[in-house]
């Protein structure tokens, strides 16, 4: 094989590879957007917020577990943190390689004329409406993410001065 073509296939597969981390991202962010909804309704409506986790853990497993709210918080603080930083990971992964991407796009315009499809051309000329769409993953999302945890871990404590069981179960 020449020098070219397996700079392309490299390309190639550096490319699918950040593919389907984005449609992972993605994922991952349409799973914490109901994780912190869960995690807002338990702020404001408990009770009902306890119903919904557990009809759906005993829909889904089907059986009828009775757990207790303890037990359901934890989990969701689990989730919470691990699906967080699986986000987080791949976000910045799918960023290093636009980068990447620029890099191998440049070695193989040294032989052939032009070919930038991901990495100049992602960079360059960046639609607003894009921007904007960064701007809410990378900064709005997390912001309100932040706040509705920090409500929640300033509840737990609270209840927890008070003298109420604290609210995170150390299983």
């Not at 490319?15 to 909804?37: G, Q, S, V, W, Y």
């Not at 497993?61 to 359901?72: A, G, K």
């Not at 796009?105 to 639609?127: Q, T």
């Amino acid at each position: 094989m020449d020098k070219i073509s397996i700079l392309y296939d490299h390309y190639k597969e550096t490319n699918l590879l950040r593919k389907e981390t984005e449609k992972r991202r993605n994922k991952n962010f349409f799973i914490i957007c109901i994780l912190e909804a869960l995690s807002f309704l338990l702020l404001i409506r408990p009770e009902k917020a306890f119903e919904l986790m557990l009809n759906g853990i005993n829909k889904e497993l089907d059986t009828t577990l009775q757990l207790s709210n303890t037990i359901l918080q934890t989990l969701l603080w689990i989730l919470v943190v691990y699906i967080m930083i699986r986000y987080v990971q791949d976000s910045l992964y799918i960023e290093r390689q636009y980068k990447y991407l620029s890099k191998l796009e440049h070695s193989i315009s040294n032989f052939i004329d032009v070919f930038n499809r991901e990495g100049d051309d992602y960079l360059e000329d960046y639609p607003v409406v894009l921007n904007f769409i960064d701007l809410f993953y990378k900064m709005l999302m997390p912001v309100v993410f932040i706040i509705i945890n920090t409500i929640r871990i300033y509840k737990e404590f609270l209840s927890f001065i008070q003298g109420n069981t604290i609210t995170i179960a150390f299983i």
